[in-house]
Nanobody
Framework: QVQLVESGVGLVQPGGSLRLSCGVSRSIFSFNTMGWYRQAPGKERELVADITSGGRTTYADSVKGRFIISGDNAKNTMYLQMNSLKPEDTAVYYC???????????WGQGTQVTVSS
């Protein structure tokens, strides 16, 4: 079983920045894809950004140029740096990993990000 622990809950003003972290209980080399998703009230969960084991990144159009996904192999941690935050970025953010061996998908518990003045 893979455990994911998120941190970075925050209330941020529009235009501000916040970094989310996702600690993983296993080497991130054991996953072929790691990503961040978000779900706003009344909306479906959507992909924010993901990164493959080969380093290829994908971003939702709404966050391109503002968010950066990265991983730290030594710390088994994935990050989402969020800049120029907007009220519409308000959501619960979830980290997700997909095992390279079993293709099983694992989720973090979710962390609330609120962008408001």
């Amino acid at each position: 079983q893979v455990q994911l622990v998120e941190s970075g809950v925050g209330l941020v003003q529009p235009g501000g920045s916040l970094r989310l972290s996702c600690g993983v209980s296993r080497s991130i080399f054991s996953f072929n894809t790691m990503g961040w998703y978000r779900q706003a009230p009344g909306k479906e969960r959507e992909l924010v950004a993901d990164i493959t084991s080969g380093g290829r990144t994908t971003y939702a159009d709404s966050v391109k140029g503002r968010f950066i996904i990265s991983g730290d192999n030594a710390k088994n941690t994935m990050y989402l740096q969020m800049n120029s935050l907007k009220p519409e970025d308000t959501a619960v953010y979830y980290c997700n990993v997909i095992s390279a061996y079993t293709t099983l998908s694992y989720w973090g518990q979710g962390t609330q990000v609120t962008v408001s003045s």
